[in-house]
């Protein structure tokens, strides 16, 4: 592990959060957070915030973790002592919907730096 600190600088490369229910002032809640994707330069977690009180999902976070000097691939194969066949995920439709709202909007910024 400390060899895999040394290795890998990671950064949040973007985020999105959608409401769906206020939570209520002193409510109990919990964060459920997943690794949903990765690919060769980054990470995709799923932020889940879940009332105690009702089980609601009262909102999610996507964020997009970069990862330098070391790939995802290599990080969990550290991490989770498996097989690289065993590691694969295929990249579930909102995500990659996500990934390519992200893309388009960096290519529009960069249009616009431009001009």
Not at 41 to 63: P, R
Not at 91 to 108: E, L
Request: one cysteine or more.
């Amino acid at each position: 592990m400390k060899k895999l600190a040394k290795q890998a600088i990671l950064s949040v490369a973007g985020s999105t959060i959608r409401y769906r229910r206020s939570l209520q002032y002193w409510e109990k809640y919990e964060i459920i957070t997943k690794l949903v994707y990765f690919d060769d330069k980054s990470f995709y977690v799923e932020q889940k915030f879940v009332s105690l009180k009702d089980n609601f999902t009262s909102a999610v976070a996507y964020v997009k973790v970069s990862v330098r000097k070391i790939s995802p691939l290599e990080i969990l194969k550290q991490l989770e002592n498996l097989p690289e066949e065993e590691l694969k995920m295929d990249c579930p439709d909102y995500i990659r919907s996500w990934i390519d709202f992200n893309d388009k909007s960096s290519n529009s910024l960069k249009a616009d730096k431009k001009n």
